[in-house]
C-alpha cells in the first residue's frame, strides 16, 4: 500500500485523517506534517499516526495531500519542493489555489489534483469535487477520487467550476448551520425549551435531507407539498421572500466564489 502525507492537520486535514482512518486506512501508510509540537503530539496520541516534518512526510509519501490555509500554500510548496520527485501525487484541498499555481512551484512529472472537500466528510457524507492538473494520469485522478471517496461523494468537474463549488458545497455546511441555528434561536423566541428546538429542527433537517436523497423530488415539488393553501408554512415563506431571503442567498455565493478567486491572487 502507498504512504500519503496530510501536510496541515487542522479541521480539515484532521478530517481527512480521521476518515482515512476509519476506513480502515493503516497509520503506518499514513504521515502528517504539522509544524506545532502540542498539536503533533495530540494527533500521534488520538490515531497513532506518525507526525513528521514537511520535507520527511513530502519524501516518504507517494500521496502528498496539502491541507493548509490557501495564504499558507506557497510556503509550504517552497519547503517540500526539493523533496517533491516526478510520479508523486499533490492533492490540494485548499480554496482558491489553482493547479497551475503548485505545478509551477514543484518539479516538472510531479502530478497535481485540487479538490474542494466539506466538513461532513466528519461522519463519512462529505462532498468533494476534484479537477486534474496539466499532467495528471487517469489512474492517479483515479488515486485522488479513491481517497476523498473514503470519506463521501466524489464529483470530477472542470477546473473553471472550483470556486463556485467551494461557494456552494464547500462552505455549504455554514450556511446550513448558520439557518439551523436560526432556526433554533426563533423556537427559544416562540417558548419553546431550548433542548425541543434544538431536537425539533435537527430532526427536521435530517429527515428533509433524506427526503431529497432518497425520493429525489424536485425541492421544488417537496415545498410545495408542505405549503396548505393558505396555511403556515405560506405565511412564514411569504416573510422569507419579503426579508429577501433568496437574493441573499445568491448574493452570500457570489461573495464565496469572489473571495475564492481571490485567493488564488494571494489576498
Ligand atoms: N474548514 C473547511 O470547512 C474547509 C477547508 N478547506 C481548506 O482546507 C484548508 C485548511 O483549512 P482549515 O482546516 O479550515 O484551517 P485550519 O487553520 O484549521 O488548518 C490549517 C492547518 O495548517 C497548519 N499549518 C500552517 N502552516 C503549516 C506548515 N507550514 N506546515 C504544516 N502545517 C501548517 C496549521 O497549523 P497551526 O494551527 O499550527 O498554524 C493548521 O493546523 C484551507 O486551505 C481551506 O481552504 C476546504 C474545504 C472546507
Ligand atoms: O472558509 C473557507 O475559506 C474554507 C473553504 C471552504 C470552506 N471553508
Do not use: W
Amino acid at each position: 500500500m502507498s504512504q500519503t502525507a496530510i501536510i496541515g492537520a487542522g479541521v480539515m486535514g484532521e478530517t481527512l485523517l480521521s476518515g482515512l482512518v476509519r476506513a480502515g486506512r493503516r497509520v503506518d501508510h499514513l504521515l502528517v506534517g504539522e509544524k506545532r509540537p502540542e498539536r503533533a503530539q495530540e494527533l500521534e496520541e488520538r490515531y497513532g499516526v506518525a507526525v513528521v516534518g514537511n520535507v520527511e512526510a513530502a519524501t516518504k509519501a507517494d500521496t502528498v495531500a496539502l491541507v493548509v490555509k490557501p495564504q499558507d500554500m506557497g510556503e509550504v510548496l517552497e519547503e517540500i519542493a526539493g523533496a517533491l520527485r516526478p510520479g508523486q501525487l499533490v492533492v490540494s484541498l485548499a480554496a482558491g489555489i489553482t493547479t497551475a499555481f503548485i505545478e509551477s512551484r514543484v518539479p516538472d512529472g510531479v502530478a497535481v489534483v485540487r479538490v474542494m472537500p466539506n466538513t461532513p466528510a466528519l461522519v463519512d457524507e462529505g462532498m468533494a469535487a476534484i479537477s486534474p492538473g496539466s499532467h495528471c494520469s487517469e489512474e492517479q485522478l483515479g488515486e485522488a477520487e479513491a481517497l476523498m471517496g473514503s470519506v463521501g461523494k466524489v464529483v470530477r468537474i472542470p477546473e473553471r467550476q472550483q470556486d463556485a463549488v467551494t461557494a456552494i458545497s464547500g462552505s455549504g455546511p455554514a450556511y446550513i448551520f448558520f439557518v439551523v441555528e436560526s432556526m433554533i434561536e426563533a423556537g427559544v423566541h416562540l417558548g419553546l425549551p431550548r433542548t425541543t428546538a434544538t431536537e425539533l429542527v435537527i430532526q427536521t433537517l435530517v429527515g428533509s435531507g433524506k427526503m431529497l436523497r432518497e425520493t429525489g423530488t424536485h425541492p421544488t415539488v417537496l415545498r410545495e407539498q408542505v405549503t396548505s393553501p393558505g396555511g403556515t408554512t405560506a405565511a412564514a415563506l411569504r416573510e422569507l421572500e419579503v426579508h429577501k431571503v433568496r437574493a441573499a442567498f445568491l448574493a452570500a455565493m457570489e461573495a464565496a466564489r469572489d473571495r475564492s478567486r481571490a485567493l488564488a491572487e494571494g489576498s
